[in-house]
């Protein structure tokens, strides 16, 4: 009897687990974190932060997050998948059969190898865009300026914050920037397609890296008969080395005004904070910031080139936010009268900003 009863006991959760795991499987709502390279995290969406291990779930409302020299691989049941890039965030929205990627910062890869279903949808968002993703291969990434997808198998539909859509093939790239309306003062959007180039010059480094060691993926690719594949592996080498580039100057940049700051920290008797360290130019948390930039009214240089950096500062905090960075090459001119900065280049109008608090610059030539 007792033998009886267990038997019964056993196929029940036989019974239950394969109809559990078919169910799943149906949904092809599965999300799994596959591998992953470096430090990375992995948040609830109560804010709790996870044990990472390979093959764990990913489920709804999941925010996942990479380190730098750290990389994610996320795969849906078995015929999507997503690579995430070093600095990368992302969170998942999973309601019914459909799933959202939403990239907060950073760059991922996308490759869904089958088509989906009428009834199945994946889409890769981002705060200025979304994209509904059938059975293609592309990039996603976002930064300070906007956001931009590529395309390298497939065609997708893109939309914008306001409703607008356009179409990407593959070969070619959709950029979504918020521009500032100088006639009217306010933000529009600007969502553009452009073509990318073929040889693979306009693809950052860690994309090609994914492409030229997935068979897969690279025979899709060639399908498409877009780009020239074989040029890829070389693209990677310099794409790589061009972005390495990239961060030693923006390290340098850092390291300019951190000695500045510690410059007018010792003149001026200013509290600095650590942040300005990790973020010297998207925030800097200086006191007592309006005085120290008194002698910034009228600022000239001639044949000269680099950047104009704007911020705007809040009156009761002291707190610095970058709110634009303006590139000069030639005769420089900015004047400060107020909450204004006027940027002129070569005697002619580059750039007029208004800040609501007080507006104060910095010149990195």
Do not use: H, W
Not at 54 to 59: A, D, G, L
Not at 180 to 203: P, R
Not at 272 to 288: D, F, Y
Not at 347 to 359: F, L, Q, T, V, Y
């Amino acid at each position: 009897m007792r033998l009886k009863s267990f038997l019964c006991m056993l196929f029940a959760i036989l019974l239950l687990c394969n109809f559990s795991f078919a169910a799943e499987k149906a949904e092809g709502k599965v999300i799994r974190l596959e591998s992953f390279t470096g430090k990375i995290s992995v948040v609830s969406g109560t804010g709790k932060e996870q044990s990472v291990n390979e093959k764990m779930r990913i489920f709804d409302g999941y925010t996942v997050i990479t380190s730098s020299n750290s990389s994610a691989y996320l795969s849906l049941d078995n015929t999507k998948s997503i690579k995430l890039d070093q600095n990368t965030k992302i969170s998942i929205l999973k309601k019914d059969k459909v799933n959202e990627i939403q990239v907060v910062s950073g760059s991922i890869f996308f490759s869904v190898t089958e088509k989906l279903k009428d009834d199945e949808t994946l889409n890769v968002m981002t705060s200025t865009m979304s994209m509904g993703i059938r059975g293609t291969t592309g990039m996603v990434s976002v930064n300070k300026e906007g956001s931009r997808g590529q395309l390298y198998s497939g065609r997708v539909i893109v939309k914008d914050s306001v409703g607008v859509e356009k179409e990407v093939i593959a070969g070619e790239e959709v950029k979504s920037t918020i521009v500032k309306n100088e006639v009217s003062n306010e933000d529009t959007q600007n969502l553009e397609v452009i073509k990318i180039n073929t040889a693979g010059e306009d693809i950052p480094s860690f994309t090609l890296n994914e492409i030229n060691n997935n068979e897969e993926v690279r025979a899709q690719i060639e399908e498409e008969q877009v780009f020239e594949v074989e040029k890829f592996v070389e693209a990677e080498i310099v794409n790589k080395e061009k972005e390495e580039e990239e961060i030693k100057e923006e390290q340098k940049l850092i390291e300019e005004i951190k000695v500045e700051a510690e410059t007018q920290k010792e003149e001026n008797e200013i509290e600095v904070t650590e942040e300005i360290i990790e973020t010297p130019v998207e925030e800097i948390i200086l006191k007592k910031m309006n005085k120290v930039y008194d002698n910034l009214s009228s600022t000239k240089l001639d044949n000269s080139q680099g950047k104009v950096y704007v911020f705007e500062v809040d009156p009761e905090t002291g707190i610095a936010r970058l709110k634009e960075s303006i590139d000069f090459s030639g005769n420089l001119e900015v004047n400060k009268q107020g909450d204004s900065i006027d940027v002129l280049e070569n005697g002619e109008s580059k750039k007029s900003i208004d800040a609501d608090g007080g507006a104060v610059y910095t010149i990195v030539d």
